[in-house]
């Protein structure tokens, strides 16, 4: 009888235990295809062009500059595509939210470029996916913003996008498919599609090298010091999503990262066009193939601002659908810098033949296409109007949302190491981590499914601020720069290049 009692549990615990795994397995995955399997190239010797990160940005920079002609090597840590890239929701879209109307009170040429540095990318979307008769569902949609309560913003940005001359139509009584709307305008000629299989059909004439991580740059002599080895190049772009070298360029002062989620629903219905919520934090919606999409709750990375995203993102898209199933969920984190224009150009003053692409601001897809346009510009020295516009070492970044970072940034490095950690294991539940009082020191515990402890380090080992589980993601991110690690320490997304040590 005892011995029956005793295997009914474990039959028990292996079931949920799988079940559990299995759930999460499955819903962990963006609904995205897969990335082509590549062949390795060969790490050793000098090379002429690295880029260095194979996600849209560095993916589509290699393959521009290649096909001028330039011998390209890219370079990836893990696996190309499967960064950040492969968490998108794919919006190939113009429209953000309040960005045109803040934008045009400090300069209305900025803004007229930075609406077309991206209105042109998807043009060049359009003209590469005939070119190389790409099928990877693009449907050209009108991308519609939408409020309940925020009417006179939303007519400022409307103005301001009509002033600069973007093609707007003004929605008065508005009925939408995705939800209650007072308020709302399109901006016409966007986009959707599946980035995967887009970048799968480009035609690759660059080498490409997986698995090796470049851990730093020597900018006088312009070495990279990899996971593997050492070697030189003429020319360098760091597209890393964050670049990973601190110093020159001081990029972990001027930028932090924001945690998106997102959610694929089958049985959908078409809501013809892309939706961007004006009143709940980036709430997003779009078709893909028989699916709707929602993306959203967006909160500041090592800050969960609400628990349960996925589910909540659920409910906000199921009456889309015919009683359809969350076949996938999935979330990343992407970097925002101070005046919402991202860094493309020189990495700093001190090279004129080491590059950056970063700050998409959530964005990315229209902005890395144009991103590629201008670096390969820069390095044929073909002039470009957009070089100004996107330049990293322009002025002006000392604003308020500077000084914010910065105090955020003073806590999580000096003050949170400084304070005791009042709980121990007992306290964290199954499926759960917290930073507690373990083996005598303060520790970064998870506790899994069948209650076993996976400690690691509590400080980021980029430069050390203190992590915070992500309840969500099941991940421990820095709050200040969006370095993050599995529950084994392990690397998920830059800046850092070192793994978290374990306890
Ligand atoms: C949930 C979510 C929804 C989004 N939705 C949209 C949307 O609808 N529309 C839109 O335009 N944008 C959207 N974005 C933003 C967009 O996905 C990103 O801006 C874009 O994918 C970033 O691309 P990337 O190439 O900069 O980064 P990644 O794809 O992360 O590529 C960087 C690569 O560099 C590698 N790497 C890092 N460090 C090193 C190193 N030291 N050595 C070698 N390799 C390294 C990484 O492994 C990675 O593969 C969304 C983002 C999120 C998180």
Same mark, same amino acid.
């Given at each position: ?25 499955? @819903? ?9 399997? +590549? ?48 968490? @998108? ?12 109307? &803040?934008?045009?009170?400090?300069? !209305? ?142 990029? !972990? ?96 003053? +001190?090279? &004129? ?6 700050? !998409? ?60 950690? !009042? ?18 020191? &303060? ?49 998920? @997304? ?10």
């Amino acid at each position: 009888m005892y011995l029956l009692i005793i295997l009914s549990k474990k039959i028990k615990c292996y079931f949920v235990h799988n079940f559990k795994l299995a759930a999460n397995n499955k @819903t962990m995955k963006s609904i995205w295809a897969k990335a082509k399997e +590549r062949k390795n190239g060969n790490i050793e010797g000098d090379k002429d062009i690295v880029v260095i990160g194979g996600g849209i940005a560095g993916f589509l920079t290699a393959f521009r500059l290649s096909q001028s002609g330039k011998q390209v090597t890219l370079i990836e840590a893990n696996k190309v595509l499967g960064g950040v890239t492969s968490k @998108t929701t794919a919006h190939i879209d113009c429209m953000e939210s309040f960005i045109y109307g &803040k934008m045009i009170t400090k300069s !209305f040429e900025t803004t007229k470029d930075f609406y077309f540095f991206q209105q042109e990318a998807i043009q060049e979307y359009e003209n590469l996916i005939n070119e190389y008769k790409i099928e990877c569902d693009f449907v050209k949609v009108d991308s519609y913003f939408y409020t309940q309560h925020k009417q006179q913003e939303l007519i400022d940005e409307f103005n301001s996008l009509k002033d600069i001359g973007a093609d707007v139509e003004f929605i008065e009584n508005p009925n939408l498919p995705v939800g209650e709307a007072t308020m709302a305008f399109k901006l016409k000629n966007q986009a959707i599609f599946d980035p995967i299989k887009f970048l799968n059909g480009l035609s690759v004439n660059f080498e490409i090298i997986e698995g090796v991580r470049v851990l730093d740059i020597d900018f006088k002599t312009k070495t990279l010091y990899t996971s593997k080895n050492e070697f030189r190049a003429n020319k360098i772009i760091v597209a890393t999503n964050f670049p990973f070298v601190n110093f020159p360029g001081w990029y !972990f002062l001027r930028m932090y990262k924001s945690h998106s989620y997102a959610v694929a629903i089958d049985k959908a219905q078409d809501i013809k066009g892309s939706y961007l919520n004006a009143d709940e934090s980036g709430l997003t919606f779009r078709n893909h193939i028989d699916s709707v999409i929602v993306g959203g709750y967006d909160h500041r990375s090592g800050r969960p601002y609400k628990y349960q995203s996925f589910d909540r993102l659920y409910e906000k898209g199921k009456h889309l659908t015919d009683d359809g199933t969350l076949t996938h969920q999935w979330s990343a984190n992407d970097c925002v810098t101070f005046d919402d224009l991202p860094y493309v150009g020189y990495y700093s003053k +001190r090279s &004129k033949d080491i590059y950056v692409i970063t700050g !998409f601001g959530k964005l990315g897809m229209a902005k890395a296409m144009a991103s590629s346009i201008l670096i390969s510009d820069m390095i044929n020295d073909i002039p470009n109007k957009y070089k100004k516009l996107c330049d990293p070492l322009r002025k002006g970044q000392c604003n308020w949302s500077f000084f914010k970072n910065l105090l955020c940034t003073l806590k999580n490095l000096v003050l949170m190491p400084l304070v005791p950690p !009042f709980r121990c294991v007992k306290n964290i539940k199954a499926g759960q981590g917290k930073v507690v009082f373990y083996k005598g020191v &303060k520790t970064a515990v998870y506790k899994d499914e069948d209650e076993k402890i996976h400690a690691i380090s509590p400080y980021c080992a980029h430069l050390g601020c203190q992590l915070k589980f992500n309840p969500d993601a099941r991940t421990w991110d820095c709050p200040c720069h969006g370095s993050r690690f599995d529950i084994h320490g392990n690397i998920i @997304t830059a800046p850092t290049t070192k793994k978290q040590e374990r306890v």
